[in-house]
């Protein structure tokens, strides 16, 4: 139900934009936004969209280099990277939740969530 895609490998400093198309969701209904695990570490809340167009949050560690945004007619989110670090290499995955925000960040008890999409950021 979710779908990911966009992931790819980039030297440091570069950028990626990825996509999740999430048909069927109707975006009021639920608070969007993305988690990664990187190999071997623990899952990591990314950034969220809150619904009915509520507070968009994204975690210290990658502040003012993503961003989250949604095209709610299209049913989709996007987090375009920006600035990319080795450490951010990760699976990311897109998830949807119904609660709330802290779910995604918390990254538990997650309602939906995508098959993920492999981001590489080389030195």
């Known amino acids: 139900q979710l779908e990911e895609s966009g992931g790819g490998s980039v030297q440091a400093g570069g950028s990626l934009r990825l996509s999740c198309v999430a048909p069927?969701?109707?975006?009021?209904?639920?608070?969007i936004g993305w988690f990664r695990q990187a190999p071997g570490k623990e899952r990591e809340g990314v950034a969220c969209?809150?619904?009915?167009?509520?507070?968009?949050w994204h975690t210290p560690t990658v502040r003012g280099r993503f961003t989250i945004s949604s095209d709610n007619g299209k049913s989709t989110v996007y987090l375009q990277m920006n600035s990319l670090k080795p450490e951010d290499t990760a699976v990311y995955y897109c998830?949807?939740?119904?609660?709330?925000?802290?779910?995604?960040?918390?990254?538990?008890?997650?309602?939906?969530r995508g098959k993920g999409t492999l981001v590489i950021v080389s030195s």
């Open positions: 069927g969701f109707t975006f009021d209904d639920y608070n």
């Open positions: 998830a949807a939740d119904r609660e709330a925000c802290g779910s995604i960040a918390l990254v538990r008890a997650i309602d939906y």
């Open positions: 969209i809150s619904r009915h167009d509520g507070p968009i």
